[in-house]
């Protein structure tokens, strides 16, 4: 059973930075694609960014020139940094890592969530 521990998560006022990390284990595979999803109050759940094993990134359009995503394959773990943060980053950050199965499928696995807050 994978399972995904996120942290890193909190209040911070427009302007500031956060770090979040997440971490996979359980998985007889690394995950392939690793990344963060948003939601914030009422609205949908949204990708923030994406990053494979190989390092190719994907970010949506809101958070371009803000935030990275990195990844150690070692330690199936995923990084996202948060800098110049607004109020609408505010939202439920959500990791996701596509585990390989045993059948040669991939699985998608989803955290339990880490607040985000930013103060204006």
């Known amino acids: 059973q994978v399972q995904l521990v996120e942290s890193g998560g909190g209040l911070v006022q427009s302007g500031g930075s956060l770090r979040l990390s997440c971490a996979a284990s359980?998985?007889?595979?690394?995950?392939?694609?690793m990344g963060w999803y948003r939601q914030a109050p009422g609205k949908q759940r949204d990708l923030v960014a994406t990053i494979t094993g190989g390092f190719s990134t994907n970010y949506a359009d809101s958070v371009k020139g803000r935030f990275t995503i990195s990844r150690d394959n070692a330690k199936d773990t995923v990084y996202l940094q948060m800098n110049s943060l607004k109020p609408e980053d505010t939202a439920v950050y959500y990791c996701?890592?596509?585990?390989?199965?045993?059948?040669?499928?991939?699985?998608?696995?989803w955290g339990q969530g880490t607040q985000v807050t930013v103060s204006s």
């Open positions: 359980g998985s007889t595979f690394s995950p392939n694609v």
């Open positions: 996701i890592a596509d585990v390989r199965s045993v059948t040669g499928t991939f699985d998608r696995v």
